[in-house]
């Protein structure tokens, strides 16, 4: 899998300051990145940024690759990638908490849950739980 600095909207319902966001090269360059496979075809995303000594990832999966056991090397491949380019001590994340599959995962590549919290997203107010892990 090869990351490549690039921004993939795949669902744009956050509004103007979302968009202006995405749209904004200066914001953009070295956060985003696309997820290829071997033969260059887009399988998902990730955003990285650091706050303090961690690293805060975002990502998403291709809808129709997700369920099929892939979840665990993906989210791997963006741990060491953004490992390499940051050095971080510690990876973080936040995930919808109604969203179990994902939590699964996060587990299962040694995250472990942090709090809960809600955010006011797409429209409303969600619970979401924030999760870390150590760097290796």
Excluded: K
């Excluded at 690039?6 to 360059?29: I, K, M, N």
């Excluded at 990876?91 to 996060?106: H, P, T």
């Amino acid at each position: 899998m090869a990351l490549r600095g690039s921004v993939l909207v795949l669902r744009l319902d956050g509004g103007r300051r979302r968009l202006a966001l995405l749209l904004s090269e200066e914001v953009r360059l070295g956060r985003f990145f696309s997820a290829l496979d071997e033969d260059g075809v887009l399988v998902g995303f990730f955003t990285l940024r650091m706050e303090g000594d961690d690293l805060v990832i975002g990502l998403g999966l291709r809808p129709d690759l997700t369920g099929r056991g892939l979840g665990r090397g993906f989210v791997e491949a963006g741990i060491e990638f953004g490992r390499r380019r940051f050095d971080p001590e510690r990876i973080r994340l936040s995930v919808a908490a109604f969203n179990e599959r994902a939590i699964r995962v996060y587990e299962q590549a040694g995250f472990t849950h942090a709090r809960t919290f809600d955010h006011e997203t797409n429209g409303g107010v969600h619970s979401f739980v924030e999760m870390t892990r150590p760097v290796s």
